[in-house]
């Protein structure tokens, strides 16, 4: 098991940008395909993006939410067992609770069950 906490997260108007973190600890984080959800109030927790495994090496295949392809950027450093999210334009429908996750050897996960360790979110809150 991974232990993930996320941060970065904060209040931004519309047009803005923040980047979200998230350290992992416990396990080899190379090992690790991570991915990042959000939940907005009263919602189901939905996909964002996501970062394989490539077999230890920096990099990986990404995957992106429409909603958020060509403004959001998924990366992992394994250098520093960390992940983050650079989210550029944002939009007051980018409000939500973001959560990271993570399971080991994952090639692409873009759904809840795919993970095993989470994260325990960051508010993100866009103004219009």
């Known amino acids: 098991q991974v232990q993930l906490v996320e941060s970065g997260g904060g209040l931004v108007q519309a047009g803005g940008s923040l980047r979200l973190s998230c350290a992992a600890s416990?396990?080899?984080?190379?090992?690790?395909?991570m991915g990042w959800f959000r939940q907005a109030p009263g919602k189901e927790r939905d996909f964002v993006a996501a970062?394989?495994?490539?077999?230890?090496?920096?990099?990986?295949?990404?995957y992106y939410a429409d909603s958020v392809k060509g403004r959001f950027t998924i990366s992992k450093d394994n250098a520093k067992n960390t992940g983050y999210l650079q989210m550029n334009s944002l939009k007051p429908e980018d409000t939500a609770v973001y959560y990271c996750a993570a399971k080991a050897f994952l090639t692409k996960g873009a759904r809840v069950d795919d993970y095993n360790d989470w994260g325990q979110g960051t508010q993100v809150t866009v103004s219009s």
């Open positions: 416990g396990r080899t984080f190379s090992n690790y395909g």
């Open positions: 970062i394989s495994w490539n077999g230890g090496w920096s990099g990986g295949n990404t």
